[in-house]
């Protein structure tokens, strides 16, 4: 069994790139809820032409929740403790089918309680309207090695 184990290793580490490299998106997200600020990244992987997977991490590594988008509707999984309750899972929830609806048309929209605003810059602003909550979704820049 131990002979299996480098070669399956290397494998893993030169295929795992390879699998995230082209559909997944990474965004720096910010979440401004009334008066409180998070930051965090967001992580959205493309799996197929129907389905859409991703998950929230803050900066220091822990993970928030996942989402998964399988034929328009959204669901939110493994909240982090705090943030576990129905009431905000459910917000959670409407909040990112309206932004996985709408981020590919690339086009402004005004619901009745939400809106999505695409910048020149490439940042995405999402606002509920009811709960007054902004998602300002920042696309990462890819890390170019520097040399002196």
Request: glycine share 4%; with cysteine.
């Amino acid at each position: 069994m131990r002979n299996f184990l480098v070669p399956i290793n290397l494998a893993i580490l030169l295929i795992f790139p390879l699998l995230l490299s082209a559909q997944t998106k990474e965004y720096n997200l910010l979440m401004q809820i009334r008066e409180n600020r998070v930051t965090s990244v967001c992580y959205i992987k493309q799996r197929d032409s129907l389905s859409i997977a991703g998950t929230v991490v803050n900066q220091m590594g822990v993970k928030a929740f996942d989402f998964v988008q399988e034929d328009g509707k959204v669901k939110v999984l493994n909240v982090v403790g705090p943030l576990n309750k129905w009431y905000i899972r459910k917000v959670l929830r409407k909040d990112f089918e309206f932004i996985l609806k709408h981020i590919g048309e690339k086009r402004d929209t005004v619901e009745r309680k939400r809106s999505i605003e695409f910048l020149e810059n490439g940042e995405i602003k999402i606002r509920n309207i009811k709960h007054r909550i902004d998602y300002i979704f920042s696309p990462m820049q890819k890390e170019e090695d520097e040399t002196d």
